[in-house]
C-alpha cells in the first residue's frame, strides 16, 4: 500500500480519519471536538464504485481537503484555542460592536480583513468540486442581525457610555480600555466591577454588565471570526444574600396609581389590572390565553396557570377565581366603547358577565403593537412604574402588587386557600406578608383578636380617647344612650 499522506491534524482512528477541529484548555482540563470521515477495509471495501466516500483513499483525501479549509480560514496551524489571536483594543472591540449590533450597519469590507481573503480563495475555486466551496461574491457579504428590543439596545449603549465616563476618571480603566484584547485578564475585570457604579454596584448590576461584555464577545465570534477565552471566566459574582424586601402598596398609594393608568393603552392597563386583583405572577398574566378563561354557567369564573412556579426548579398547575373587579377590569380591556365612541363604565358590582360576548381564543393580554403576539413583561414593568412615577408615589413594581394581594389574603381568608390561590407551598414564604397587613392599612386585629379593617379601628380608638376626656357621670349617660339606641 503505498504511503498515506495526512494534513496536520487528519489522524488514523480505527476505520476513519479524524481531524480535530479545536483543543481547548481549561487548567488540567483538555477537551477537543473532532470531524470523522469512515471508510471500509477488506474486501467489501475494494467493492465500492471508485467515487464511493466509504473508500479509504477517498475518506483520507475528503480529511485532507477538510483540513487544509481549515488551516486557510484560520490562517494559523492549529492550536489550542484553533484561531488567530484577535486584534484590537477593548475600545474598539466597544465600539464596532456599538456601530453593528447595537445601530445596525451593514459590514465594511475593511472590518473582514482575513476573511474576505479566505471568501475571495472559495470564488477562485471550480464551481461544483464541493458545496463548501462555491463562489459567494464579497460585496454581497453584508452584515446581518435581528434587530434588538429598543430598551435593551439602549441599555447596552448606556453601559458603553458609562465605561468611557470611568475610563476618564480612573487611569486603570483607561489603561484597560486602551490595551489588546487578548491581554486582558480577571484582574482588569475586578477593577471594572470594583469601579462600577461608583464602587455600590450590587450584584444584579455587576451580572448586566458581564451580560453586556458576553454579548460583545460573541458578536465577534459570530462576526468577525474571534475566539478569545472571557477574562471574566473565573469570577463569580455573589449576592449579599438579602432577599428584596417585601411590601404591600397602601390604599392611598394604590389609589393614586388607579388614577393614572387610564394613559395606559388599553391592553397594558388591563394586564396591570388583573394582576392587581387577582395577585398573579407578571409572566403569568403575560402568558394568559383566553382558552384558559374557565366562564361557568353557576359559580365564579377562574383562570387556569399550567405552569407556574411552585419552587425553584418544580413547576405545577393552579386555578385563580376571578373578582368582580377583575372581570370589570377585562370587559373594559375587551369592549372600552360603545358604537358611538363613548367610554363604557363597567360597574364591578352589577356587571353581569355570562351576558358578555367575551373572545374565545388568543392572547389575553395582546401586544399593543403586534396583536399576534403576547405583552411582553418588560412593556407591563415599564407602564407601571411610569404611573408610580406620576403619581408621586414610592417606587413599587408590578410584584408589589402581588405583595399587596398576599397581604390582602392574610387578614381575609384562610391560610390554605390563601396559598393555593398564589402558589405558596411554603407557609413560611406565606407569612412574611402578614404583618404588612397593619403598614398598608387592611386589616388588623384588635385586643380581643377580631379581624377588623384599620380605618373601623381608628374610629373605635377615636371614640374611646374621647370618653376618657368625659366625666365618670358623662361616660355613663352616653354609653346608656347608645344601648338603648
Known amino acids: 500500500m503505498a504511503r498515506e499522506v495526512r494534513q496536520a491534524g487528519v489522524e488514523l482512528h480505527g476505520n476513519s480519519f479524524r481531524y480535530r477541529l479545536r483543543l481547548m484548555e481549561e487548567g488540567q482540563k483538555r477537551t ?127 453601559q458603553i457610555r458609562s465605561i468611557l465616563r470611568l475610563a476618564g476618571e480612573h487611569t486603570t480603566i483607561d489603561d484597560m480600555l486602551h490595551s489588546q484584547v487578548q491581554s486582558l485578564g480577571s484582574q482588569h475585570i475586578h477593577q471594572l466591577l470594583a469601579l462600577w457604579a461608583k464602587g455600590k454596584a450590587r450584584a444584579k448590576t455587576k451580572r448586566k454588565l458581564l451580560s453586556m461584555l458576553a454579548a460583545v464577545w460573541k458578536h465577534h465570534e459570530e462576526f468577525h471570526g474571534m475566539r478569545l477565552e472571557k477574562p471574566w471566566a473565573s469570577i463569580t459574582i455573589r449576592g449579599d444574600g438579602e432577599k428584596p424586601k417585601a411590601r404591600a402598596i397602601p390604599k392611598a398609594e394604590l389609589a393614586k396609581i388607579e388614577g393614572e393608568l387610564g394613559r395606559l393603552h388599553p391592553f397594558v392597563r388591563g394586564a396591570i389590572e388583573f394582576l392587581r386583583w387577582t395577585g ?35 413547576y405545577r398547575a393552579r386555578f385563580v377565581y376571578l373578582e368582580d373587579e377583575c372581570i370589570a377590569a377585562l370587559a373594559r380591556m375587551v369592549k372600552p366603547v360603545d358604537q358611538k365612541g363613548e367610554p363604557i363604565v363597567y360597574d364591578a358590582a352589577t356587571f353581569d358577565w355570562r351576558k358578555f360576548d367575551w373572545p374565545k381564543k388568543g392572547w389575553v393580554f395582546p401586544s399593543p403593537k403586534n396583536p399576534e403576539e403576547r405583552v411582553a413583561g418588560q412593556t407591563i414593568y415599564q407602564a407601571f412604574t411610569r404611573c408610580v412615577e406620576h403619581a408621586g408615589v414610592p417606587h413599587a413594581s408590578p410584584h408589589h402588587l402581588r405583595h399587596t394581594k398576599a397581604t390582602v389574603l392574610t387578614a381575609t381568608v384562610p391560610q390554605a386557600m390563601a396559598q393555593e390561590m398564589l402558589g405558596h407551598e411554603d407557609a413560611a414564604t406565606f407569612a412574611i406578608y402578614r404583618h404588612l397587613a397593619e403598614e398598608a392599612g387592611y386589616m388588623v386585629r384588635d385586643k380581643t383578636g377580631m379581624l377588623v379593617g384599620a380605618d373601623e379601628l381608628k374610629s373605635k380608638e377615636d371614640i374611646v380617647s374621647a370618653l376618657k376626656k368625659l366625666p365618670l357621670k358623662d361616660r355613663a349617660e352616653v354609653l346608656s344612650q347608645l344601648l338603648g339606641g
Request: with cysteine.
Open 32 to 158: 477537543a471536538t473532532y470531524q470523522r470521515w469512515p471508510f471500509v477495509v477488506g474486501a467489501e471495501g475494494k467493492a465500492l464504485a471508485a467515487d464511493d466516500p466509504l473508500r479509504r483513499e477517498n475518506a483520507l483525501a475528503n480529511a485532507n481537503a477538510f483540513a487544509l479549509r481549515d488551516r486557510q480560514k484560520r490562517k494559523s496551524p492549529q492550536r489550542v484555542g484553533g484561531f488567530e489571536d484577535p486584534k484590537g483594543t477593548l475600545l474598539e472591540w466597544l465600539i464596532r460592536y456599538q456601530m453593528e449590533a447595537l445601530e445596525l450597519r451593514r459590514y465594511d469590507p475593511r472590518f473582514l480583513g482575513p476573511m474576505v481573503e479566505f471568501i475571495q480563495a472559495r470564488s477562485r475555486r471550480k464551481k461544483g468540486d464541493d458545496p463548501m466551496l462555491d463562489p459567494v461574491p464579497v460585496e454581497k457579504l453584508t452584515f446581518h442581525c435581528v434587530p434588538r428590543v429598543a430598551e435593551s439596545v439602549d441599555h447596552d449603549k448606556s
Open 280 to 314: 398573579a405572577r407578571r409572566s403569568e398574566a403575560s402568558k394568559l390565553r383566553w382558552e384558559k378563561l374557565m366562564w361557568p354557567e353557576a359559580g365564579a369564573p377562574s383562570a387556569h396557570f399550567e405552569r407556574t412556579k411552585a419552587k425553584r426548579g418544580v
